[in-house]
């Protein structure tokens, strides 16, 4: 069982960053894939970024959103540039602790074990 718990979320005004945060409670190898999610209301989950040995981007915060991690603190980054008011969702962190990647799909919920709670992301003037 690992438990995650994501941070960081806030107001900000369009154009402004955020950074989110996401502590695990226990060890993340560098071959666990992580990833972020959102959702906002009255939409499905979806898929933002995710790292492992790459980086995976959707194409809606490509150039504007990077992942990153620190194993050695068992945390996963998510730094937010340029936001933009439909980046308004709460945001996700998952994990994939199975060692098996033969049916990974980095972009797919089923791909992974154990999610956070969430944090509120809310890009409005």
């Known amino acids: 069982q690992v438990q995650l718990v994501e941070s960081g979320g806030g107001l900000v005004q369009p154009g402004g960053s955020l950074r989110l945060s996401c502590a695990a409670s226990a060890r993340t190898y560098s071959n666990y894939a992580m990833g972020w999610f959102r959702q906002a209301p009255g939409k499905e989950r979806e898929f933002v970024a995710a790292i492992r040995w790459s980086n995976y981007y959707a194409d809606s915060v490509k150039g504007r959103f990077t992942i990153s991690r620190d194993n050695t603190k068992n945390t996963v980054y998510l730094q937010m540039n340029s936001l933009k008011p439909e980046d308004t969702a709460v945001y996700y962190c998952?994990?994939?602790?199975?060692?098996?990647?033969?049916?990974?799909?980095?972009?797919?919920?089923?791909?992974?074990?154990?999610w956070g709670q969430g944090t509120q992301v809310t890009v409005s003037s």
């Open positions: 998952a994990v994939r602790v199975s060692p098996f990647y033969s049916d990974y799909d980095y972009n797919k919920e089923r791909s992974y074990d154990f």
